[in-house]
């Protein structure tokens, strides 16, 4: 089995940062593309960045220019680190990860909550 598990949520003023991190690990043989989702209350969930193990990266129009996804391969983590963030950041946002196990896996974190309020 593969865990994919989510830190660094939290709550922070408009305008400030926050850093998430997502940690991979279990059974994994490779890792190929890594991505950030955001649900917003009441919402679908939607891309907010993915990474491939190259470090192509592939962000929403509202996570450009102000997020920045990144990823240690050694580490089988990906972090999100998320500035200028405004009210309608706020949700929970989840990383996933298609892992070979060997077969190839789509896995899910448990989230994180992000509230951003003054």
């Known amino acids: 089995q593969v865990q994919l598990v989510e830190s660094g949520g939290g709550l922070v003023q408009p305008g400030g940062s926050l850093r998430l991190s997502c940690a991979a690990s279990?059974?994994?043989?490779?890792?190929?593309?890594m991505g950030w989702y955001h649900q917003a209350p009441g919402k679908e969930r939607e891309l907010v960045a993915s990474i491939t193990r190259s470090g192509t990266t592939n962000y929403s129009d509202s996570a450009k220019g102000r997020f920045t996804i990144s990823r240690d391969n050694a580490q089988n983590t990906v972090y999100l680190q998320m500035n200028s963030l405004k009210p309608d950041d706020t949700g929970i946002y989840y990383c996933?990860?298609?892992?070979?196990?060997?077969?190839?896996?789509?896995?899910w974190g448990q989230g994180t909550q992000v509230t951003v309020s003054s």
């Open positions: 996933n990860a298609y892992v070979a196990t060997p077969g190839w896996v789509l896995y």
């Open positions: 279990g059974r994994i043989i490779s890792i190929t593309t």
